[in-house]
């Protein structure tokens, strides 16, 4: 698989729904984590950022209950991702703002993606898949190399994802893109960040070679604007019309399919809404009897 292939992945009107409906139940997670934790150091910190839902349910939706994930931070979203209780992803941000010893966002990452990479070499006869996700930036492509170059090695069922719109969002500006895997030899293909319809499918293609024991591949989400820089060549299969935000791209997509209507976005949104508040309140009480255990047991 290269840059040049097309995966034949068919993707139903069913599935195609399914998917713009995750990336918008994301979208509100994080508005709501966003007014939660208003802090713009916690939010940098701790990865909130619009515009990265693409490249999380794309890559993220087609894997099994046992496959694993390791996040470049944004545990809160794939913990919803991963099918766990939505409180969950509260009760993770909770115990990161009550938390001083929290480490690092960017080395919590590098530690799950490690972790991860390790796991993988005990699962590969269980043909479990790792996705390991990363920023595309110098900070973390050294560290990036390694894991690649240990998972190619030992043969190991890693799906490598990498954007350089997370290196952004975290650092205020985007860093000149690194290639992280410049020296090996692996399936790679560059994907436009937004586009969650190319994302899955590509992300499809890797996670089943993966789960057939043929090795990893390395997915680079790109953020492209409506121009290039001059003297720059435009990304290889890379469409600079698209929308940048990923929801709004999907919406027209669907839109082009006959497939969208305003009133299933606002039933998904209403319902979704409902299922928040109950978890946020579920996690703010679990939050308070700890803080109140904690009280005792000092007294």
């Known amino acids: 698989m290269s840059k040049s292939s097309s995966p034949s992945v068919v993707l139903t009107s069913r599935k195609l729904k399914q998917i713009y409906a995750t990336m ?13 934790f208003p802090d713009p150091g916690f939010s940098k910190d701790h990865f909130i950022g619009h515009g990265l839902e693409a490249a999380e349910v794309g890559t993220a939706l087609g894997l099994r209950r046992k496959d694993c994930i390791g996040p470049w931070g944004r545990h809160f979203i794939f913990a919803f991702l991963k099918r766990q209780p939505l409180t969950s992803s509260f009760q993770r941000l909770f115990a990161l703002a009550d938390s001083t010893k929290e480490m690092s966002a960017t080395k919590a990452a590098r530690t799950a993606v490690a972790t991860r990479v390790g796991l993988a070499g005990k699962n590969r006869s269980h043909r479990k898949v790792t ?30 994802v990498t954007n350089d719109e997370l290196a952004a969002e975290t650092n205020g500006k985007r860093p000149r893109r690194q290639s992280p895997a410049p020296s090996f030899e692996l399936p790679r293909i560059a994907v436009e960040a937004n586009d969650v319809v190319a994302i899955y499918r590509v992300a499809q293609e890797a996670i089943r070679r993966a789960r057939e024991g043929h090795g990893p591949a ?13 003297g720059k060549k435009k990304p290889e299969g890379i469409d600079l019309r698209r929308n940048k935000d990923p929801l709004i791209f999907m919406e027209n997509y669907l ?9 299933w976005r606002s039933k998904i949104t209403d319902r979704f809404s409902r299922e928040l508040e109950e978890a946020i309140a579920t996690a703010e009480s679990q939050r ?12």
Request: aromatic share 6%.
């Open 218 to 230: 390395l997915i680079e989400c790109i953020s492209v604007s409506q121009e290039t820089r001059p």
């Open 24 to 36: 918008l139940q994301c979208r509100m997670i994080e508005d709501r984590a966003r007014a939660l």
């Open 255 to 263: 839109k082009r399919r006959k497939l969208w209507s305003d009133g």
């Open 131 to 160: 996705l390991a996700l990363s920023a595309d930036d110098p900070e973390t492509s050294e560290f990036l190399q390694d894991m690649i170059g240990f998972s190619i090695g030992h043969k190991l069922p890693v799906v490598f």
């Open 288 to 299: 308070s009897e700890s803080s109140a255990d904690k009280l005792r047991v000092r007294a």
